[in-house]
C-alpha cells in the first residue's frame, strides 16, 4: 500500500531543502496554523509562498507516490466516469487511466487523508493505486471531463428514462468483497423475483430479507463486520452521501443481470443498529399490454373498458403501496396507446417505458412536482393524462377539474376500498359535487399468490371451507379447489407470481346524487354492491373456485370478512 512506512517527512523541511521556503516562511507559517487550525499547504498557497503545482510535487515525495500530470488528453474518460462527478468534487479525485496490472490510477489533492483512501476504494469497487495532483488541475479535469460526458448523459437518459452508469451484477474481476457480496446477494433476490430487497441491520447481524410475491422472505445473513462496507457499496450504487450516516437518503440505480436491465430505488434510514437500505425493484420489462392479462372477471374487464374508452372523467385506481395499481393503469393505458390519441404521464418514478406515450418524472429538487407538472401537461394538448399517485389537495385538485374540463385521467390513490376513495378526496378538499360530476370509475384492488402451476394439486373443500366459500348449504367433497404441495420451483411455499383482486365501481346517477349529497363510505359501499359491484373478497372467492388462488391467501390480504 502507498505510503505504508510512516511517519512522513515534515513537508516544511522539503519545501525547505528545496529552496521553495525559508526558515523564517516556515516558523510565520506554522504559528498562523496554531492560530488557525489551518493546513500548512492551504496557508503557503494563500500566502503566495509556493504555487499548488509545487507543492503537489512536494506532497508526491512527501507520501512516496507519483505525480501526476493532468493533461486532457492523458485522461482515460472511461476510467474517470467510474467515479461519479459529486464523489470526485468532495474527494478532489479523479480517475485517470488503468495501469499495467490491471489497476486503476486515481489523482489526489490530498494524499494525506487515509479515510478518503478506503470511502474511494469502496466508492471504485475494485484495485486501485494513488498519485497526487494539484488540487486546481483536479477540479479543471473533473470539469473537463464531466461536461465532455454530458450530452452523452442527456440523450441516453431521454432515451431509457433512467440514469446512465449500469453496474453489471456478473461482473468479477478486481471486486471488492463487499462488491462481490452485494452482486451476489442482489442477483439471488431479482433470481426470486423480488419486489423489495431488506438490508437490515440487527444486534449480531445484518438480516438481507426479499419481499417475493408479497411476502417477505430472508435470504442471507451478513456480519456485522461486513455491515459498514455493504452500506457503502450500496450508497455509491445510489449515488449517495457515503460519509453521511444520520440522514435519510434517497437514490437510484440500474443493474444488469440475466441479459436485460432493472431499475432499483434505494431508500437509507438511520436505525439504532446502523442504516437499513431497502431497494424497490422497478422492472420495466413487465407491464401488461391489455386489461385481458390481468385475469379479471369477464364484466369486471367490460366496466373498466367502458370507464377507459370516456371521452372524458377520472378513473382512479385505489390500494395501498405495491397492490398493482399502476399495473392496472399501464394495461389501461396500452389500449388507448394509438396514432389518433396523446397521451401523457407524470410518475414517482416513471415504471414502465411506453413508446408512444410522453411519459414525465417528477424532480421536486428541480421544482417539477405533480401538481406543476400537471399544470404544463394540460397546456400541452394531451387527451389521456395518466398521474402516478394523488398524494395532495393541489394534486387532486388540478387532476379532477382536467378531467371535467375534457381530458381522460387516469391516477392512482391510498385507500382502503372503491368507497372509502370518496372520503380521501374529499379530504383533499375537493368539492363532492365536482366528484360527483367527473369521477367515471374506482378500482380497489390487492395482490395475491398464485397456486405455483408445477405442484399444484386439487383436494376437497372441508365444511369450513364451504362456509367461507358463502356456500354453506353445499355437501362437503363436492367443491374442488386447489393448493400447492411445495416444489424447489416455488421454494417450498406452493406459490409462484401474483394475481390481483378487483372491486370496481362505476359511478351511476343514484351514487353520483348520493356523492353530491355527502352520504357516508357505508351508503355508498352498500348502495353499489346492491347495484351489482362484486367487493374485493367475493372477486377473492372467484379466484379460488377456479384455482387460481387459495381461501387461507384471500384471507391473508382481504380479511375475513367480519
Known sequence: MEAAHQPWPALGSLLVRDGLLSEEDLESALA?????????????????????????????????????????????????????????????????????DDSLLVAVADPTNVLHWDELRLALGQPIRFGVAAPDAIDAAIAFVHQESLDLVDAEEAQTGIETGIVDMHAADGDTPAVALVNKTIQRALTLGASDIHFTPQLRALEVRARVDGVVRQIATIPTSQQAAVASRLKVMGRLDIAERR????????????????????????????????????????????????????????????????????VITCGPTGSGKTTTLYAALHELNTPERTLMTIEDPVEYLTPGVDQIEVNPRAGLTFARGLRTILRSDPDVILVGEIRDEETAQIAIRAAMTGHLVCSTLHSQNAASAIRRLTDMAVEPGLLAATLTCLVAQRLVRRVCLDCREAHK??????????????????????????????????????????????????????????????????????????????????????????????????????
Open 247 to 314: 440522514a435519510p437518503q434517497d437514490g437510484r440505480v440500474a443493474v444488469r443481470t440475466g441479459g436485460h436491465t432493472v431499475d432499483l430505488r434505494i431508500a437509507v434510514l438511520p436505525t439504532k443498529f446502523g442504516e437499513k437500505i431497502t431497494l424497490r425493484v422497478l422492472n420495466q420489462a413487465s407491464a401488461p399490454r391489455s386489461l385481458s392479462e390481468l385475469a379479471l372477471a369477464p364484466e369486471v374487464e367490460e366496466t373498466i373498458r367502458r370507464a377507459i374508452h370516456q371521452p372524458f372523467g377520472a
Open 461 to 562: 373443500a372441508t365444511k369450513e371451507e364451504l362456509a367461507a366459500l358463502g356456500r354453506p348449504a353445499a355437501r362437503p367433497g363436492r367443491t374442488e379447489l386447489m393448493r400447492g404441495s411445495g416444489c424447489s420451483a416455488c421454494g417450498g411455499t406452493g406459490y409462484r407470481g401474483r394475481v390481483a383482486l378487483f372491486e370496481v365501481l362505476m359511478l351511476t346517477e343514484e351514487l353520483r346524487e348520493l356523492i353530491a349529497g355527502g352520504a357516508s363510505t357505508v351508503e355508498i359501499q352498500r348502495t353499489a354492491v346492491a347495484g351489482g359491484m362484486l367487493p374485493l373478497r367475493e372477486d377473492g372467492i372467484r379466484l379460488c373456485l377456479e384455482g387460481i388462488t387459495t381461501l387461507s391467501e384471500v384471507h391473508r390480504v382481504v380479511g375475513d370478512g367480519t
Open 32 to 100: 498562523l496554523q496554531r492560530e488557525s487550525g489551518k493546513r500548512l499547504g492551504e496557508i503557503l498557497i494563500e500566502r503566495g509562498d509556493v504555487t499548488r503545482t509545487q507543492l503537489a510535487r512536494t506532497l508526491a515525495e512527501q507520501v512516496e507516490m507519483p505525480l501526476v500530470e493532468l493533461e486532457e488528453s492523458d485522461i482515460d474518460s472511461e476510467a474517470a466516469m467510474l467515479l461519479p462527478e459529486e464523489l470526485a468534487r468532495r474527494y478532489r479525485a479523479l480517475p485517470v487511466g488503468f495501469l499495467p
